[in-house]
């Protein structure tokens, strides 16, 4: 029955939806930053492009070369087994923080697609409802004619007053809910 249990919370967990939705969110955030990078390339690339033009070939290769002979004199052979073990562990350490680092932009990730959706829907958060039953003014009073009418009618005649809430939907933008 576990794996049953299992399944059913698996495909009844919004999470992933939510965070497609954030991905989604997201790219389209992204997406409207591209025309400005174009026109900042277009501004740069002449210059960068001279630069690379009157770059002298020769002093590339001699500084690579250079760069080359140091790394291969600081190698140490008899170290190198140790090197390759040391090597080794620190980058298994460095996959499990990636992995608990993947974990935790998953999860803003999620976090962001569930703001995007409720924005897409026009969905009020919980919090903003409970301010506004907060700052709700009270039932207003009865004016006197309407009190005294009620007045000479019989108690169990009455209905009860619903009240209608006054609070407006917000709207979160992209760039609030970022």
Not at 85 to 94: T, Y
């Amino acid at each position: 029955m576990a794996i049953a249990d299992d399944l059913k919370k698996t495909l009844t967990d919004p999470t992933p939806l939510y965070f497609a939705a954030g991905t989604a969110d997201l790219a389209v955030q992204q997406a409207k930053k591209v025309p400005d990078l174009i026109e900042q390339l277009r501004a740069e690339a002449p210059a960068r492009i001279e630069a690379v033009k009157n770059t002298d070939p020769k002093a590339v290769q001699e500084a690579v070369t250079a760069k080359f002979n140091e790394v291969l004199g600081a190698i140490d052979p008899k170290k190198l087994g140790e090197t390759a073990q040391d090597l080794a562990l620190r980058g298994v350490g460095v996959a499990a923080e990636y992995a608990v680092r993947a974990k935790e932009t998953y999860d803003k990730v999620a976090v962001h697609g569930e703001q995007a959706v409720r924005t897409w829907r026009g969905d009020v958060s919980a919090e903003i409802v409970d301010i506004a039953v907060a700052v709700e003014p009270e039932a207003e009073p009865v004016s006197e004619p309407v009190a005294e009418a009620a007045a000479d009618e019989k108690p169990a005649a009455k209905k009860p007053v619903a009240r209608k809430s006054t609070a407006k939907k917000a709207t979160v933008t992209a760039d609030d809910a970022s």
